[in-house]
């Protein structure tokens, strides 16, 4: 199978469904610029233009009415937001309406399925406003569906599926992957969602992370490896629906649980798997959950205290030392994911 | 040379000196971690607005903020630690290029995502209107977050209360790389949608900064008596890209001839072309100014370099009131 980038899966999945589906559409802010939202806009517009691929207005509560009207009326819209806090000005649309329509107009009237694409922008001094992940966020309400893409193929796979279902899906991607590279199926193959992914097998302690996480989990599972600790890494792939049995059955077979998350641990995605561990296999665990989350207070600019703020492996190497009763480790610093970004955005 | 106008042309300057020494350092050093939008080519509308407000008045600004800041007398040793990242900047380190502020003269904050501080700029006003004050609130938006719902919003309140807030937008024609084209109808302007909602509004050459300062006194003097918000649309011109120190001419989205154009209208020589009948030595005044910002901003960046950065045992401090934790 050949490898692309997980920006390159993603355009290729656009316009692979933009081919076989004429009533898909991208609407976002400069998704034509020379840029293409981090080059995954770019090839569909320049095959199919302006007519489907359209530059919005800074019009973000609009935007997401405005998907929410046509998708009633048949369209398929997939909006690009180039930062995932700009989503906080489409929460009325995206939370009162279209996790809700299907429902509220009694659940035999159609849905509207829109996708909305979110990007989370770590590091660089990115900030209190540039760098939120609000996936649990929008996992909260019943209606939508949210995905995070961790490798080019899900990248791919989870957009396709969005494209081709019946329920409105919010996705959101981490900046620092677009560089990743892996293995892609050339033809649009759908990821489910709510089918989880072992990223690394082991038996010691169960990782369950999202998103960018998956990445430093496996990096730290490399590190755990040298101290003869074997973890597992469960990539979940989508928040909602959630794949408890991966969950479980992990959890079962190791006896002990990090959770790793690129946000808050309150009401978060970390606090929602410990939730799951807890009502289905409590007796399994063998030691405290531990949880790798960001410290409760916005995201600081500086560097050394971005640095500190920002989870990464040798946080959840740590935690899983210390939930396998290990004392911490002397283990060289692993580098940060994003080392050698350039500014400024 | 002390004359109200030589005065602005000497703000702008500094304005323009500084940015350009910090996009330098910027581009070549690669430490100010911090997405920055530059103000270069601009100078004239924050220069022309702020000069026209007291220091009680507070400003208010979108990303593009370092120019209000300084216009409105913001502390330069403190922005330019706050580039750097350094616990002497004036958030601390916190909050990056995008989040100045300087309550000492009146710079009330700077915010990241577009039109925010519109709204809460209006609501600064109200609560002095509240108080039985003077003063009077200004904040300044480009042509694109001018596309919010919340400046329609905004606008309205502001016109039904009659509450004196100055709405500044500085048009230079782009919301990044999208042109006016797509994002206003033809035959449309902001300055129109704001007389549309009520509140008085014109329409003012925003490289000449002379004719801003005389309408921003004006607007100011409208809004502190108590008659109502006024609405600026400001044309002006960004000559580097959106965010960075570099140029942009080869991204596709605007011509070399275009940009070339509008630096030939560049606001500081405009500026003194207009006052060298009254003040002959104006160009040996602006190139004498030059200099000593450039030993100003050049001293204010090695003491930022060598200031320490905020203790990372502090991250939380502020999150909350310290009694809350
Ligand atoms: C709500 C929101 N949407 C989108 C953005 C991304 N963004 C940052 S600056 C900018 C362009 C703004 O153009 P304008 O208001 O005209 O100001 P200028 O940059 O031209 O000074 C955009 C789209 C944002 N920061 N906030």
Known sequence: MRTLTYWQAISEGTVQCMERDERIFVAGEGVDDVSGSFGTTKEAFDRFGR????????????????????????????????????????????????????????????????????????????????????????????????????TP????????????????????????????????????????????????????????????????????????????????????????????????????????LVVADTSWARYGFTAEVAAVVAEHVPHALRAPVRRVSLPDSPAPVSRPLEEAFHPGASTIVSACLAVCGETAAELPQLADVSAGFQGPF | MASTRARLIRDMVRIRTVEEVLADHYRDEQEMRTPTHFSIGQEATAVGVCSATTVEDWVYSGHRSHAPYLAKGGDLEALVAELYGKEAGCAHGRGGSMHMIDQSVGFAGSAAILGEMISVAVGSAWAFVRAGEQRIAVTFFGDGAADEGVFAESLNFAAVHRIPVVFVCENNLYSISSPLSVRHAEGTSVHGRAAAAGV???????????????????????????????????????????????????????????????????????????????????????????????????????RAKALPFPDTARLLDGAYLPAAH
């Open chain 2, 200 to 302: 008085r509004a014109r329409s003012v050459d925003g490289n000449d900064v002379f004719a801003v300062h005389a309408a921003a006194r004006d607007a100011v003097e409208h809004a502190r008596r108590g008659t109502g918000p006024v609405l600026l649309e400001l044309a002006t011109y960004r000559w580097r890209a959106h965010v960075g120190p570099g140029t942009d001419h080869d991204h596709g989205y605007r011509s070399k001839e275009e940009i070339d154009s509008w630096m030939a209208g560049c606001p500081i020589l405009r500026a003194a072309d207009a006052l060298r009948a009254e003040e002959p030595d104006i160009d040996a005044a602006v190139e004498a100014w030059r200099a000593e910002f450039r030993q100003e901003i050049h001293a204010a960046i090695d």
């Open chain 1, 51 to 150: 007519r489907r691929v359209i530059d919005m207005p800074n019009a973000e509560n609009a935007t997401a009415g405005f998907a929410v009207g046509a998708a009633a009326a048949g369209a398929r819209p997939l909006v690009v937001h180039v930062r995932a806090d700009f989503l906080f000005l489409a929460m009325d649309p995206l939370v009162n309406m279209t996790a809700k329509w299907r429902y509220t107009y009694g659940g035999d009237k159609g849905g509207v399925p829109v996708v909305t694409r979110g990007v989370v922008g770590r590091g660089w001094g990115q900030g209190s406003t540039h760098s939120q992940s609000p996936h649990a966020t929008f996992a909260h309400y019943a209606g939508l569906h949210v995905a995070t893409p961790a």
């Open chain 1, 153 to 256: 193929a899900d990248a791919k796979g989870l957009l396709v599926q969005a494209l081709t279902g019946d329920t409105p899906v919010v996705l959101i991607e981490n900046r620092n992957l677009y560089q990743l590279t892996g293995e892609v199926p050339v033809e649009p193959v759908p990821t489910p969602f709510g089918v989880g992914r072992i990223a690394r097998p082991g038996s010691d302690v169960t990782v369950v992370a999202a998103s960018l996480m998956v990445h430093e989990a496996e990096r730290a599972a490399e590190q755990l490896a040298e101290r003869g600790i074997s973890a597992e890494v469960v990539d979940v792939r989508s928040l909602r629906p959630l794949d408890e049995g991966i969950i479980c059955e992990s959890v079962a077979k190791t006896g002990r």
